[in-house]
T-cell receptor
Framework: EDQVTQSPEALRLQEGESSSLNCSYTVSGLRGLFWYRQDPGKGPEFLFTLYSAGEEKEKERLKATLTKKESFLHITAPKPEDSATYLCAVSTNPNKLIFGTGTLLAVQP | DADVTQTPRNRITKTGKRIMLECSQTKGHDRMYWYRQDPGLGLRLIYYSFDVKDINKGEISDGYSVSRQAQAKFSLSLESAIPNQTALYFC?????????????FGPGTRLTVL
């Protein structure tokens, strides 16, 4: 059965304290891995798409990487405005995204 | 203006009532989706549509129906609401040119069924 697992469930950082969020997956044929950010009371906001192992993408303080079994979202020198839930999703066919349950990130000033 | 809009944003209703949630998009995307989000379960797909004439069930379609009135409009109906349909509902769109494009989400509808 296709599965996506995110860890940790929650993470509290001090401003400037870099860390990584993990998304591990077991799927039959990865077509794409997506990272989203979700603020309370809002819809998920698209961040990155990764298609193949070894691929990396960056946006401001965020960097996403992909291996054959997992993806990491690295957060460098986070600020309080980076506080949100980060969702990972994988696509195994054209019709379906499988979402993880997310990591709730809190960055304290 | 938001590219994907949902109405209403919040709704409280009673068991047995019929409810319609509406989604409109100005992104020009062919594909539209309805998801529900529950704490600890993540986002789950209810229905999806690749164009006006193409409607497909997702993993949790029981108790729901949809209508694609136009390329830009996709509605979700609960024919007879029940309390375990209390959840956050999201509409999403994606372009149809590539099978694995990212999806863009609306702001959500918080539905409470008493």
């Amino acid at each position: 059965e296709d599965q996506v697992t995110q860890s940790p469930e929650a993470l509290r950082l001090q401003e400037g304290e870099s860390s990584s969020l993990n998304c591990s997956y077991t799927v039959s044929g990865l077509r794409g891995l997506f990272w989203y950010r979700q603020d309370p009371g809002k819809g998920p906001e698209f961040l990155f798409t990764l298609y193949s192992a070894g691929e990396e993408k960056e946006k401001e303080r965020l960097k996403a990487t992909l291996t054959k079994k997992e993806s990491f979202l690295h957060i460098t020198a986070p600020k309080p405005e980076d506080s949100a839930t980060y969702l990972c999703a994988v696509s195994t066919n054209p019709n379906k995204l499988i979402f993880g349950t997310g990591t709730l990130l809190a960055v304290q000033p | 203006d938001a590219d994907v809009t949902q109405t209403p944003r919040n709704r409280i209703t009673k068991t047995g009532k019929r409810i319609m949630l509406e989604c409109s998009q100005t992104k020009g995307h062919d594909r539209m989706y309805w998801y529900r989000q529950d704490p600890g379960l993540g986002l789950r797909l209810i229905y999806y549509s690749f164009d006006v004439k193409d409607i497909n069930k997702g993993e949790i379609s029981d108790g729901y129906s949809v209508s694609r009135q136009a390329q830009a409009k996709f509605s979700l109906s609960l024919e007879s609401a029940i309390p375990n349909q209390t959840a956050l509902y999201f509409c999403a769109t994606s372009p149809g040119r590539s099978s694995y494009n990212e999806q863009f989400f609306g702001p959500g509808t918080r539905l409470t069924v008493l």
